[in-house]
């Protein structure tokens, strides 16, 4: 079950990446440098962030990501993946400050 794991830590390092950084993360994972991710690349990067993901949770990971479908994780994926986990982490950090989208709510 590393693939929560290593999903969540995805999810942590693209929401909290400034959008350059996000793009030189991609690269990093994209070990190949061919412009996509493939499930293999992802294996190889989790072992270098001590996570050991399976060939198996690594395709869970990617077909999580693959926002197209078609089979890889291009950029268009990784903005769009790192786009809904700063939106996810927003509304959550925001419900528990007691904010609401037009300030604070009920005192
Ligand atoms: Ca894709």
Known sequence: MRYFVVF???RVLT???IPGNLQ???M???RSDDGFIQAGEIVAWSQT???YVSAEDAQRVLEAVDGDR???I???DWLVFATACKEEWLH???AVAGLTDEGFGDQ
């Open 28 to 30: 990093l994972v994209d």
């Open 49 to 51: 962030e001590g996570e």
């Open 70 to 72: 078609d089979g890889s």
């Open 92 to 94: 959550e950090t925001t």
């Open 74 to 76: 291009g950029l268009d």
């Open 15 to 17: 929401r909290n990446a």
């Open 8 to 10: 969540g830590l995805l």
């Open 24 to 26: 030189l993360l991609f």
